[in-house]
């Protein structure tokens, strides 16, 4: 998706015909930003000591990759191609999904966060599953044979 601009993948991903797809990329690409902030915002209540914590966390840091490749991707085409701020974007974003939840005070930061990660994730999933569907579609076509005029 790199290459389509941000603009271009909006309009992708909300025509007509790829509604389905992008139904199917938003419930991907959302679900894990939102288990990312569930998990991450229980981890404050867990000790040290307890296994879980650290399932949790692996869980977590897990999530975060999962969707920093599109965010990076987002930021490169938003911020003219300059990775350094691309992936501080993904960073702070992915940071702040996670750290929120272990300082009271950057809640609704969080929440914010959650809300640019679901879109990204959602829209970027949402047209890549739409473009593959119609590049499969076109392949599909051509090696049909021909049908002859009688």
């Known amino acids: 998706m790199?290459?389509?601009?941000?603009?271009?993948?909006?309009?992708i991903a909300?025509?007509?015909g790829n509604r389905l797809a992008t139904a199917i990329g938003a419930i991907l690409g959302t679900v894990v930003p939102v288990m990312v902030y569930a998990v991450t915002h229980h981890l404050?209540?867990?000790?040290?000591?307890?296994?879980a914590f650290y399932v949790l966390a692996v869980m977590g840091i897990g999530g975060c990759f999962f969707s920093l490749k599109?965010?990076?991707?987002?930021?490169?085409l938003a911020f003219n191609n300059d990775?350094?701020?691309a992936v501080s974007f993904a960073v702070l974003l992915e940071g702040?999904?996670?750290?929120?939840?272990?300082?009271n005070e950057l809640g609704w930061l969080g929440w914010a966060a959650l809300a640019?990660?679901?879109?990204?994730n959602a829209v970027s999933a949402g047209c890549s599953i739409a473009m593959q569907s119609k590049e499969w579609t076109s392949e599909k076509r051509r090696s049909l044979p021909k049908k002859s005029k009688k």
Do not use: H, N
């Open 2 to 11: 790199q290459s389509v601009p941000i603009i271009e993948q909006l309009r």
């Open 116 to 120: 640019y990660l679901c879109m990204i």
């Open 96 to 103: 702040m999904l996670v750290m929120s939840g272990m300082v």
């Open 44 to 51: 404050p209540k867990l000790s040290f000591i307890d296994p």
């Open 83 to 85: 990775k350094a701020k």
């Open 70 to 76: 599109s965010v990076i991707q987002w930021g490169q």
């Open 14 to 16: 909300t025509r007509k």
